[in-house]
């Protein structure tokens, strides 16, 4: 094959593992195990929490020691056989454990299929695009197929298998991990990486504009969980009626709006208005839709809404690596992206898993269940908050600013 096609391959498969059981384990581990919210948003914390650490472990054995490809293969097929355990666990202490040690294996291969695609390209800043959209089309199938599965048992009166979230997860897995063998050679550096290199960005800090960026992208990241961890319960609770075996399949919907928006809308929309205003627009997606999840109908509505994360999250997180990679100094460029990849994706995403498991057990009693109102007013009053900061606080900088300050 081709080393385009390899390579969106690799990117269809690494995203189809994490869309397989990131949508909607949540509902599993709620409907099917009874965890509590605070459970359930701990299990969620656990990939960003290894996503903090991976720059330490992955990153540095694939610069010094081995082949990335080899060490993906490795990793993929390991993590493989551990989701399998983790879909026949039931007991929540076990499955802390082993999800533990699943996202540890998992985190580190975020960073290098980026690393893989980045090297064997003649273009990256053409040809990453085509390549890493494959990663939300794999997220996307994995969705439909597991809706489709799970139809196809109600159907035919057969039960579904515990965990099935969890098995296709690892069954893409163990896919990955046997065809990264075949991926192209990426050998080790002479020299690793400094795993402490985003400290150099540290000194953008000394903009008061970076300080009010970096704080409402963290504090929007960490409402970024209530959609992630929550959507799912939601939505087959009582109060919308979505069933089970199909609400894997209605949230494609967001993945299906990401893509529009990355690909046709955000292309026109920068050169149009501008950094500052597409990422005011991509925060102000966040409170409307949690809004409408708040309100809670009508059910199309809140269907209907699914669609706003494609703003919410290309108009903001893209956006915002977008963004940094303008205005950061040329020497410390990368080191800027691991800084906002670092706040963002690992301490935002790991204190929001946290702080909506924590939220949803607030307002959920054993009699009445959990109020959808209460829960999503946090985080619409929260992102409520950071677009009003953000229009008036924030002003967007250039390089040459960033650097006189």
């Given at each position: 094959?081709?080393?385009?096609?390899?390579?969106?391959?690799?990117?269809?498969l690494q995203y189809a593992i994490w869309g397989s059981w990131a949508p909607v384990?949540?509902?599993?581990?709620?409907?099917?195990?009874?965890?509590?919210?605070?459970?359930?948003?701990?299990?969620?914390?656990?990939?960003?929490?290894?996503?903090?650490?991976?720059?330490?472990?992955?990153?540095?054995?694939?610069?010094?020691?081995?082949?990335?490809e080899k060490l993906i293969a490795l990793?993929?097929?390991?993590?493989?056989?551990?989701?399998?355990?983790?879909?026949?666990?039931?007991?929540?202490?076990?499955?802390?454990?082993?999800?533990?040690?699943?996202?540890?294996?998992?985190?580190?291969?975020?960073?290098?299929?980026?690393?893989?695609?980045?090297?064997?390209?003649?273009?990256?800043?053409?040809?990453?695009?085509?390549?890493?959209?494959?990663?939300?089309?794999?997220?996307?199938?994995?969705?439909?197929?597991?809706?489709?599965?799970?139809?196809?048992?109600?159907?035919?009166?057969?039960?579904?298998?515990?965990?099935?979230?969890?098995?296709?997860?690892?069954?893409?897995?163990?896919?990955?991990?046997?065809?990264?063998?075949?991926?192209?050679?990426?050998?080790?550096?002479?020299?690793?990486?400094?795993?402490?290199?985003?400290?150099?960005?540290?000194?953008?800090?000394?903009?008061?504009?970076?300080?009010?960026?970096?704080?409402?992208?963290?504090?929007?990241?960490?409402?970024?969980?209530?959609?992630?961890?929550?959507?799912?319960?939601?939505?087959?609770?009582?109060?919308?009626?979505?069933?089970?075996?199909?609400?894997?399949?209605?949230?494609?919907?967001?993945?299906?709006?990401?893509?529009?928006?990355?690909?046709?809308?955000?292309?026109?929309?920068?050169?149009?208005?501008?950094?500052?205003?597409?990422?005011?627009?991509?925060?102000?997606?966040?409170?409307?839709?949690?809004?409408?999840?708040?309100?809670?109908?009508?059910?199309?509505?809140?269907?209907?809404?699914?669609?706003?994360?494609?703003?919410?999250?290309?108009?903001?997180?893209?956006?915002?690596?977008?963004?940094?990679?303008?205005?950061?100094?040329?020497?410390?460029?990368?080191?800027?992206?691991?800084?906002?990849?670092?706040?963002?994706?690992?301490?935002?995403?790991?204190?929001?898993?946290?702080?909506?498991?924590?939220?949803?057990?607030?307002?959920?009693?054993?009699?009445?269940?959990?109020?959808?109102?209460?829960?999503?007013?946090?985080?619409?009053?929260?992102?409520?908050?950071?677009?009003?900061?953000?229009?008036?606080?924030?002003?967007?900088?250039?390089?040459?600013?960033?650097?006189?300050?």
């Amino acid at each position: 094959m081709s080393v385009k096609l390899r390579l969106s391959v690799m990117m269809f498969l690494q995203y189809a593992i994490w869309g397989s059981w990131a949508p909607v384990l949540s509902a599993y581990l709620q409907n099917d195990l009874g965890f509590s919210g605070t459970q359930i948003g701990l299990i969620y914390s656990l990939l960003p929490l290894a996503t903090i650490i991976s720059p330490f472990l992955g990153g540095q054995i694939a610069d010094r020691y081995f082949p990335a490809e080899k060490l993906i293969a490795l990793l993929q097929l390991a993590g493989g056989g551990f989701l399998l355990l983790v879909a026949a666990t039931t007991d929540y202490t076990t499955m802390i454990w082993l999800m533990l040690i699943y996202s540890i294996l998992y985190a580190p291969t975020l960073a290098l299929t980026n690393s893989i695609a980045m090297i064997n390209m003649a273009n990256s800043e053409k040809e990453f695009g085509s390549i890493r959209v494959w990663g939300t089309i794999g997220w996307i199938t994995a969705g439909l197929s597991l809706a489709f599965w799970r139809s196809l048992a109600e159907a035919q009166q057969v039960p579904t298998i515990q965990g099935d979230t969890l098995v296709l997860a690892g069954i893409f897995s163990i896919v990955m991990g046997l065809l990264a063998f075949g991926l192209p050679h990426t050998p080790p550096r002479k020299e690793g990486s400094n795993p402490w290199a985003f400290l150099e960005a540290l000194k953008m800090l000394k903009s008061k504009n970076m300080i009010i960026f970096f704080v409402i992208a963290f504090i929007v990241a960490t409402e970024l969980q209530f959609y992630y961890v929550l959507t799912a319960p939601f939505l087959t609770s009582d109060q919308i009626g979505v069933a089970n075996a199909r609400v894997s399949g209605v949230m494609v919907i967001a993945q299906l709006a990401e893509i529009i928006v990355m690909a046709v809308l955000l292309p026109r929309f920068l050169p149009k208005y501008g950094i500052r205003k597409v990422m005011l627009m991509g925060i102000v997606a966040w409170p409307l839709r949690y809004a409408i999840f708040a309100i809670g109908g009508p059910t199309w509505l809140v269907l209907a809404s699914l669609a706003l994360h494609g703003f919410c999250y290309v108009f903001f997180f893209t956006a915002a690596f977008i963004y940094m990679d303008q205005i950061a100094p040329k020497d410390i460029r990368h080191s800027a992206q691991s800084l906002i990849t670092l706040i963002l994706l690992g301490f935002g995403n790991y204190l929001g898993a946290l702080f909506s498991g924590l939220v949803q057990s607030i307002f959920t009693s054993a009699d009445q269940g959990t109020n959808w109102t209460g829960v999503f007013l946090v985080p619409f009053f929260l992102t409520m908050l950071c677009a009003v900061g953000f229009l008036i606080f924030f002003k967007e900088e250039t390089r040459e600013s960033l650097q006189s300050a």
